[in-house]
């Protein structure tokens, strides 16, 4: 289900709130440059073809117009009410608002007005530029965020106190709703450096993009991003432009184009990775301007806590009152765009907000704050504790209470154990992500201490935190560890004959499965990964990565496998 908005890098197009776009094309203006029309996108098209990439470049985000929050009021029968409304664009994850306002109008039945006495009205906004007005200029004191947007915003909104965000809460998960198309030309992530990359659905760089650049030793710099708005203008020229290697995209085209039924079907491409193998990378959020959550703590509360009610509470009727404030054909459509997300309850949000999570909204935005000061959408000298957005004391002063402590986590387990799978099978499945880990072992060692502090210890221990990381971002996946030895050694086993080289061949690949072995071990005790989505081989010399430096095929190589 296309999200029409989903980061606030769309803001770029935003008219008339001191948001500045540029496109560069071999230095020269090009159609689609800040002040263009909406939606012209960021390339020049001739006959159904791209004729001119334009090549975005972001700038930081600056907003005007600010005033006070401003809340109406509504009588429902028992006197007058504060009255919060609150814009939503398209997207699926908002189905427990919903479910707590019973409806997009104020009414007495929502959870708000029972627990809160405060009254909600949901009004459709398809513009994020115009939602950050309307939240800055205090007419929608609560807008939605992905929270990886949130270093962007605090940076933009804090000179002025009253309007800088506080996030209160999670509204959902992306979870197989974003994806990353490639052309088959990219045989490893690699090769994606210096090439050209589509993204559309208005964000000129989306988070998973810059994470998994990241993860591959790459940044958003080292990439030339073209911007389209228009999903069917990118899948055509996706299709048809051969210098365009890589499409961001969302669903149904990220599944349409890798189907060959489809008449959305494009010959000789794959799904990189998607949103439902990183199920906990694209967090939407709900924010709240700082006055509002300073003057009136309790209704913030009783928003949350209506929010968690309503998470349980997601039924025909929420799928038909999304279906009429979204002009849809029926409920069943409304009910399908939860396919692509999952929506959080009170104990999934308690966990994305907890400090000690390695994946939760503080890593996010710390790994966010530096993917944009690379790109220069932020200032390199700033450091901003994520603190300054976080505010947790009414999350936990609901958990104190455990209303909801019978709400189960779902999304912390939802690798699907009773999947089938062995070595045969996974060598057919998606590898979403793949690194050569250079572990150091001394010689004819199956493991090493990792309480040493020798250098090369230390650094063993930094590259298996990262492995544990990408472990939890990646919840979705099987783990497959794959031992590899030095090939030091291969040319003097052969010297001495056949059956000795055999023997030695079979020995290497014992070994470097427990080492592989060796590092389940670490990742399962260490690092508390679940051992049924690890999977360990040993190969021995089989693979050398590099003929001429034979220490650096010892190795352990971490592949991150799909089971869709």
Known sequence: MKRALIGILILVTAIGIGVTYKFMAGGADAAGAAGGPAGSGGASRQGGKAQDLVFAEI???????????????????????????IPLDTWGGYAALFAANGGAKANKDSFFYTRGKFAVELVREESAGEQLQGYAAGRWPIIWAPMDSLPLLYDALKTDKRIAPKVLGLFDWSSGGDGILVKNS??????????????????????MLLWYLSQNGMSGTDVKVVWVDDGEIALDMFRNDSRIVAWVSWTPFINEAVDPSSKNYVRDSRLLISSRDAN???????????????????????????????????????WSDMADFYGLASPG???????????????????????????????????????????????????????????????????????????KNLIADSFNKKAAFDIGDLENQRVVLSNDVQLFFDAQKLDFDPDSQTPEIKENMKMLEKVAEQTEFLATTI????????????????????QAFIEASAQAKLVSKKRAEFVKKMLVERYKIDADRIVTEGRGWDNPIDPEDPNKNRRVEVQFISLE
């Open 59 to 85: 700038e930081p985000l600056t907003v005007s117009g600010v005033g006070g929050y401003q809340l109406s009021s509504v009588d429902l029968g028992d006197g007058p009410v504060p009255l919060i409304r």
């Open 186 to 207: 990219i045989r490893r992530p690699a090769d994606l450096r210096d090439k050209i990359i589509l993204t559309s659905s208005n964000t000129p760089y989306s988070f």
């Open 280 to 318: 906990q990378l694209i967090a939407d959020t709900y924010i709240v301007r700082t006055d509002l959550l300073q003057d009136k703590p309790e209704m913030m509360k009783a928003f949350v806590e209506s929010m968690a009610e309503a998470s349980q509470r997601i039924d025909t009727k929420t």
């Open 333 to 407: 459509e409304a009910k399908s765009m939860l396919d692509d997300v999952h929506v959080a309850n009170f104990t999934e949000t308690a966990m994305f907000f907890d400090d000690a999570n390695p994946i939760g909204a503080y890593k996010i935005f710390v790994l966010a704050q530096e993917y944009y000061k690379q790109l220069g959408s932020l200032p390199s000298t700033v450091s901003y504790d994520p603190e300054r957005v976080i505010n947790t004391s009414i999350i936990d002063a609901i958990a104190a209470g455990k209303e909801f402590a019978g709400q």
């Open 479 to 498: 783990v497959k560890l794959v031992g590899h030895l030095d090939t030091a050694k291969v040319e003097e086993f052969r010297a001495k004959g056949n």
